[in-house]
């Protein structure tokens, strides 16, 4: 079942700055095994496009702002990801894109598993069909 939710991270600021940690199994609910991050996207450029079959992940605008707009088997969502400290937890079967990259952005993925093509849907067509089948499997 695909799914996604805004996840708060707890902040140790004082007076030298501003410090984010993410533990695994305490702030977010999977085994880090790989992390990732997008820097330097061109502005007007668009990435993802794509879903997930088994994967879960945590996105976090680290820096700067960009637009994450993701799709379950429930309907479209539009995450403004602009904040150290608001990260978008995803798991599954989840299309995500990612639009409107400010200059700065630095956008850090944390993830589940390792890089698999295999792991990978691409095609729109084939992610509908797939969430059709989850809906009529949970009900
Ligand atoms: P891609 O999946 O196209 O990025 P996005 O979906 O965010 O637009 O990945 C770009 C390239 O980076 C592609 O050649 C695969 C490679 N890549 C890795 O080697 N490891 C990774 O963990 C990821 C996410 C991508």
């Keep these: 079942m695909g799914y996604h939710r805004k996840v708060n991270l707890q902040q140790h600021g004082d ?16 085994q880090v095994n790989r992390v990732y991050y997008l820097f330097n996207t061109l502005i007007d450029e668009s990435r993802g496009f794509h879903a997930h079959k088994n994967l879960e992940q945590l996105l976090v605008c680290v820096s700067g702002t960009c637009d994450l707009k993701v799709e379950n088997n429930e309907g479209e969502t539009l995450y403004k990801l602009n904040s150290p400290i608001e990260g978008v937890y995803i798991k599954d079967l989840v299309w995500r894109e990612m639009h409107n990259f400010s200059k700065d952005c630095v956008l850090l993925v944390l993830a589940s598993n390792s890089y698999s093509e295999e792991d990978y849907i691409r095609d729109y067509d084939e992610f509908k069909r797939r969430c059709l089948n989850e809906k009529h499997t949970s009900s």
């Design 15 to 30: 007076n030298r700055g501003s410090l984010v940690a993410i533990e695994t199994l305490k702030d977010i609910p999977f």
